[in-house]
């Protein structure tokens, strides 16, 4: 886990009542938000371990709602979120799962707005800190400290070699790691990048050039 201040080991200024259950619960559902894009209209958020045994109590239903809604942990109206979504007409849904052996503050989302969707699973991992580990059905390793560009391209040796040229050049001094994740289905791969800055439009719209590429997600720093 990176960390880039003393604060981040402190942990983030937050609503309360608990870093873990509250903070890490708000970072989880805002990075969602953040990479979806747009505002859900249907949410669906499976809880696991100590989440699901606990969520009622130390909010964290509410922080993750108010995550989905874009509100960082020091806003007073993850208080009110689930009000709030109701009031947007937001459709949303919180599943127990029986599934054990896994992290226990761990909550997988899935958001829904017209065609688009997007699915991920991200734990809460102390100190206000949280790790998204699945993104899409791909192995990943997120904090949401940086900016986080997720490049979904066609594999084969030479695409992900011209990519990763493309990257360093590109990227340049701003690019902090590089990490290559492929799907179960046959051909999908994920070059995952974290930057110390967001690249200007001129600089990212060199990826359109690049044939293999098929999307380019991002999501910015928490």
Avoid: C, Q, W
């Amino acid at each position: 886990m990176k960390y880039r201040s003393v604060f981040d080991i402190i942990g983030p200024v937050m609503v309360g009542p608990s870093s873990s259950h509250t903070a890490g619960a708000v970072r989880i559902g805002l990075f969602t938000r953040h990479i979806f894009g747009m505002e859900p209209e249907k949410i669906k958020i499976t809880l696991y371990g100590s989440f699901k045994e606990t969520y009622k109590g130390h909010g964290t239903d509410i922080a993750l709602i108010g995550g989905l809604l874009g509100y960082d942990t020091s806003d007073k109206r993850i208080r009110t979120s689930m009000e709030d979504a109701k009031e947007k007409g937001i459709d949303f849904e919180f599943i127990e799962s029986e599934i054990e052996h896994i992290h226990p503050n761990t909550a997988m989302i899935e958001v829904e707005t017209g065609r688009h969707s997007l699915d991920l699973v991200g734990k809460s991992i102390g100190g206000g800190k949280m790790v998204i580990f699945e993104l899409l059905g791909f192995d990943v390793n997120i904090s949401g400290d940086f900016p986080s560009y997720f490049i979904f391209y066609n594999f084969n040796e030479k695409n992900k070699e011209d990519l990763s040229k493309n990257i360093d050049e590109i990227f340049g001094e701003k690019k902090v790691s590089v990490n290559y994740s492929s799907s179960i289905l046959e051909g999908a791969n994920l070059a995952v990048v974290e930057a110390l800055d967001e690249l200007d439009k001129e600089t990212l719209n060199k990826f359109d050039k690049l044939e293999y590429i098929n999307e380019i997600k991002f999501a910015n720093r928490l």
